[in-house]
């Protein structure tokens, strides 16, 4: 079967965060721009899910709509599959996304005051739900070495030791830096955290999109102490381009900890589910595993073509090359470490919306988030314009 992940699909009009031009005149400052930023793919999602969706959009009642047996079959046999987890029914909750989940866990497990650990440059929502909710970041910031980031143990170690450190918000795979973390670097995080109490949210939104030559492990799958301290967190969402139907699967081990996890839900009165966000999902994880396989060949192959082309034609701006997910974290430093004008030379000169280094923390200035989960043509032409402001910018600068 032959996938098109090339023909340029027109997003006008579909109220799409990532292309309308009001948005991108509030949030960069103009409106004609090419969009490569949020995370959401400029792809049609597998055609069994849009077939799904359209059946059930015909039938043309949306009324209240309950979770049944197949649907967590639905997950059950995915996560089986395509990581050799056997999750049981009960660990499964519903939440409507992520990121209100980490929301609800920091509700859930802290106190006003107490601590979370994120590792920055992060996902910028991490730090907002933690401040949002009372809490206090602790960052345990990622060490770079000019190509690569790993973890600071020593000073992850120290931070858990605090008693007021309930949790930690691990990114696996990491976004924005794109690595799929070891064997080893998780058993070391679980070891610690379970050494000091903390309990692990392992975000692991991404773990379907890994790119050739790494593997991925859940976290909770690495042993059965570590799937008792941590809460896994997947969805369909980005594999297969679902974040609109607003579906996640929060998958708890550890009874205690679901139950409290269950009664903030409860409190909220979070249970209701969009009808089409569960036909979706069921077909994605039933009928969509083909078209994940031929998407993950189109990203690496955009993943080579951006390598090739910035060393040919912009050796100043460093990709670093993402392990996994359709983001890559783009070091500007040999061009600027100003912000201001590194964003106006993306933002406002070449007319390219990229998610800013800083919006992931401090450790983030001086870099840009890519999102290359685009037909290769808009890829091409993102780096044509950037490639033609910074030249400019450097050539001026030199003279
Ligand atoms: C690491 C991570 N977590 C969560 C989300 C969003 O999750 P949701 O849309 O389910 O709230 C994203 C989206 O980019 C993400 O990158």
Same mark, same amino acid.
Not at 202 to 223: Q, R, W
Not at 380 to 391: C, F, P
């Given at each position: 079967?032959?996938?098109?992940?090339?023909?340029?699909?027109?997003?006008?009009?579909?109220?799409?965060?990532?292309?309308?031009? !009001?948005?991108?005149?509030?949030?960069?400052?103009?409106? +004609?721009?090419?969009?490569?930023?949020?995370?959401?793919?400029?792809?049609?999602?597998?055609?069994?899910?849009?077939?799904?969706?359209?059946?059930?959009?015909?039938?043309?009642?949306?009324?209240?709509?309950?979770?049944?047996?197949?649907?967590?079959?639905?997950?059950?046999?995915?996560?089986?599959?395509?990581?050799?987890?056997?999750?049981?029914?009960?660990?499964?909750?519903?939440?409507?996304?992520?990121?209100?989940?980490?929301?609800?866990?920091?509700?859930?497990?802290?106190?006003?005051?107490?601590?979370?650990?994120?590792?920055?440059?992060?996902?910028?929502?991490?730090?907002?739900?933690?401040?949002?909710?009372?809490?206090?970041?602790?960052?345990?910031?990622?060490?770079?070495?000019?190509?690569?980031?790993?973890?600071?143990?020593?000073?992850? *170690?120290?931070?858990?030791?605090?008693?007021?450190?309930?949790?930690?918000?691990?990114?696996?795979?990491?976004?924005?830096?794109?690595?799929?973390?070891?064997?080893?670097?998780?058993?070391?995080?679980?070891?610690?955290?379970?050494?000091?109490?903390?309990?692990?949210?392992?975000?692991?939104?991404?773990?379907?999109?890994?790119?050739?030559?790494?593997?991925?492990?859940?976290?909770?799958?690495?042993?059965?102490?570590?799937?008792?301290? &941590?809460?896994? !967190?997947?969805?369909?969402?980005?594999?297969?381009?679902?974040?609109?139907?607003?579906?996640?699967?929060?998958?708890?081990?550890?009874?205690?900890?679901?139950?409290?996890?269950?009664?903030?839900?409860?409190?909220?009165?979070?249970?209701?589910?969009?009808?089409?966000?569960? +036909?979706? $999902?069921?077909?994605?994880?039933?009928?969509?595993?083909?078209?994940?396989?031929?998407?993950?060949?189109?990203?690496?192959?955009?993943?080579?073509? $951006? +390598?090739?082309?910035?060393?040919?034609?912009?050796?100043?701006?460093?990709?670093?090359?993402?392990?996994?997910?359709?983001?890559?974290?783009?070091?500007?430093?040999?061009?600027?470490?100003?912000?201001?004008?590194?964003?106006?030379?993306?933002?406002?000169?070449?007319?390219?919306?990229?998610?800013?280094?800083?919006?992931?923390?401090?450790?983030? &200035?001086?870099?840009?988030?890519?999102?290359?989960? !685009?037909?290769?043509?808009?890829?091409?032409?993102?780096?044509?314009?950037?490639?033609?402001?910074? &030249?400019?910018? !450097?050539?001026?600068?030199? *003279?």
């Amino acid at each position: 079967m032959q996938y098109d992940f090339d023909t340029v699909i027109n997003r006008e009009h579909t109220d799409a965060l990532k292309w309308e031009p !009001c948005i991108l005149r509030d949030k960069f400052g103009e409106k +004609d721009m090419l969009p490569l930023w949020v995370a959401d793919m400029d792809f049609k999602a597998p055609q069994p899910v849009i077939d799904a969706i359209v059946k059930r959009a015909e039938h043309g009642i949306y009324g209240y709509t309950i979770r049944l047996k197949d649907y967590y079959d639905a997950i059950m046999e995915w996560t089986e599959k395509r990581h050799h987890w056997n999750v049981k029914k009960e660990w499964i909750v519903f939440t409507p996304g992520i990121v209100p989940a980490v929301n609800y866990m920091i509700q859930a497990y802290c106190l006003a005051g107490d601590k979370v650990m994120i590792q920055t440059p992060v996902y910028y929502p991490f730090g907002k739900a933690i401040a949002n909710n009372g809490c206090q970041v602790v960052d345990n910031a990622l060490l770079y070495d000019g190509r690569n980031y790993t973890i600071d143990f020593d000073d992850f *170690e120290k931070k858990a030791r605090d008693p007021r450190l309930k949790l930690f918000i691990l990114c696996s795979p990491h976004n924005p830096i794109g690595r799929v973390w070891t064997k080893e670097e998780l058993t070391r995080i679980g070891e610690i955290c379970i050494a000091n109490n903390v309990i692990v949210v392992a975000d692991e939104i991404h773990h379907d999109l890994i790119l050739e030559g790494h593997t991925h492990h859940v976290f909770a799958n690495i042993s059965k102490d570590l799937a008792k301290q &941590s809460i896994i !967190c997947t969805a369909p969402s980005k594999t297969f381009n679902l974040a609109g139907l607003n579906t996640s699967n929060i998958i708890i081990p550890n009874k205690e900890l679901r139950i409290r996890y269950e009664q903030v839900l409860e409190n909220n009165s979070i249970w209701g589910q969009n009808p089409m966000s569960i +036909d979706g $999902m069921k077909a994605a994880y039933r009928e969509g595993e083909p078209w994940l396989d031929a998407l993950l060949l189109y990203l690496e192959e955009n993943v080579r073509f $951006m +390598d090739n082309y910035l060393k040919d034609n912009l050796p100043c701006v460093k990709l670093i090359r993402p392990q996994a997910t359709y983001l890559a974290w783009l070091d500007f430093t040999e061009v600027t470490t100003d912000d201001t004008l590194l964003e106006k030379l993306i933002f406002h000169d070449a007319k390219v919306a990229l998610d800013g280094g800083t919006w992931f923390g401090e450790t983030g &200035s001086g870099f840009m988030r890519i999102n290359f989960a !685009c037909p290769r043509r808009i890829l091409q032409e993102a780096l044509e314009r950037i490639t033609k402001s910074v &030249s400019e910018y !450097c050539q001026a600068s030199r *003279e």
